[in-house]
């Protein structure tokens, strides 16, 4: 069964940075876009940031512009997440998700994904 697993999530202070990782246990499928999404307690799951590895395409959402990187490595079974300067308000459960959508495209949707990991959290202290 395919699967994706979260890591690198963390307690850390306001300013510091965190390196996410998200792996994919087998290339069964061809998911064209991985992201992540996170959910705070007590709020929906909002999108973070996507990459789309056959596109080289990235897209963000507006709260993490400017701080995050995502990426993603040749083979494309892996997907990283850098975080800086953290704010108390990044803390949420971080999770990674895969896209079999194909096509130059990174959806910011949740319902575009069709593989879902369990999440790692993050908790950012002031």
């Known amino acids: 069964q395919v699967q994706l697993v979260e890591s690198g999530g963390g307690l850390v202070q306001t300013g510091d940075s965190l390196r996410l990782s998200c792996g994919l246990s087998?290339?069964?499928?061809?998911?064209?876009?991985m992201a992540w999404f996170r959910q705070a307690p007590g709020k929906e799951r909002e999108f973070v940031a996507a990459?789309?590895?056959?596109?080289?395409?990235?897209r963000y959402a507006d709260s993490v512009k400017g701080r995050c990187t995502i990426s993603g490595d040749d083979t494309k079974t892996t997907l990283y997440l850098q975080v800086d300067s953290l704010k108390t308000e990044d803390t949420a459960v971080y999770l990674c998700?895969?896209?079999?959508?194909?096509?130059?495209?990174?959806?910011?949707?949740?319902?575009?994904?069709?593989?879902w990991g369990r999440g790692t959290q993050v908790t950012v202290s002031s």
């Open positions: 087998e290339r069964t499928y061809d998911f064209y876009t």
């Open positions: 998700a895969a896209s079999l959508v194909r096509g130059a495209t990174t959806p910011v949707e949740s319902t575009a994904y069709d593989l």
């Open positions: 990459f789309n590895g056959f596109y080289d395409q990235t």
